[in-house]
T-cell receptor
Framework: GAGVSQTPSNKVTEKGKYVELRCDPI?????LYWYRQSLGQGPEFLIY????????DSGLPNDRFFAVRPEGSVSTLKIQRTERGDSAVYLC???????????FGQGTRLTVV | AQSVTQLGSHVSVSEGALVLLRCNYS??????LFWYVQYPNQGLQLLLK??????LVKGINGFEAEFKKSETSFHLTKPSAHMSDAAEYFC???????????FGKGTRLHILP
């Protein structure tokens, strides 16, 4: 594809439910990032993949958050037992390799009610 | 640990006036620095990047930024503001010791007619 694709673009879920957010990076990009952006804030780092492995997951706020990238391409961010405080725009980005320009998707707006 | 501070969450300039958005970074090793722009309801787009080559970096839409190691700054400028420049601007840092990209809180640029 031409750019980073994130699905769904919007997700409304009830408190306590499980959600999955998908990111399809630019073909050939080995690095993939997840960020969370709350209203009026900058993107907050969650996790970074180099290939299939999570190179840095220090930004995941707690053990309800988990992300995978099993084949080194598509990634899924999984949130268990969602809370209202999880409401935000979740951004995915990819780059050719670490420390090069990151290309961002449009984001998934998650609303927990 | 690396970090970025953007001075001023909101900046207003008149159309045709100089734009100056401030960014200071903290890094114990030579950084890579980026400016991203986010237009309303759109994804993040790279404006320009510094990767240890020329200290004055030119980007898209007439923007440029100068890396000043002595001041740990990477301020973004544009000689003459245009109405279409109204957006949120994020400064970001990345180092070769830590692959994740860390963003500042952002500065919303308002252009006055």
């Amino acid at each position: 594809g031409a750019g980073v694709s994130q699905t769904p673009s919007n997700k409304v879920t009830e408190k306590g439910k499980y959600v999955e957010l998908r990111c399809d990076p630019i073909s050939g990009h080995t690095a993939l990032y997840w960020y969370r952006q709350s209203l009026g804030q900058g993107p907050e780092f969650l996790i970074y993949f180099q290939g299939t492995g999570a190179a840095d997951d220090s930004g995941l706020p707690n053990d309800r958050f988990f992300a995978v990238r099993p084949e080194g391409s598509v990634s899924t961010l999984k949130i268990q037992r969602t809370e209202r405080g999880d409401s935000a725009v979740y951004l995915c980005a990819s780059s050719e390799w670490a420390r090069t320009e990151a290309f961002f998707g449009q984001g998934t707006r998650l609303t927990v009610v | 640990a690396q970090s970025v501070t953007q001075l001023g969450s909101h900046v207003s300039v008149s159309e045709g006036a100089l734009v100056l958005l401030r960014c200071n970074y903290s890094s114990s090793v030579p950084p890579y620095l980026f400016w991203y722009v986010q237009y309303p309801n759109q994804g993040l787009q790279l404006l320009l990047k510094y990767t240890s080559a020329a200290t004055l970096v030119k980007g898209i839409n007439g923007f440029e930024a100068e890396f000043k190691k002595s001041e740990t700054s990477f301020h973004l400028t544009k000689p003459s503001a245009h109405m279409s420049d109204a957006a949120e601007y994020f400064c970001a840092v990345n180092t070769n010791r830590d692959d994740k990209i860390i963003f500042g809180k952002g500065t919303r640029l308002h252009i006055l007619p």
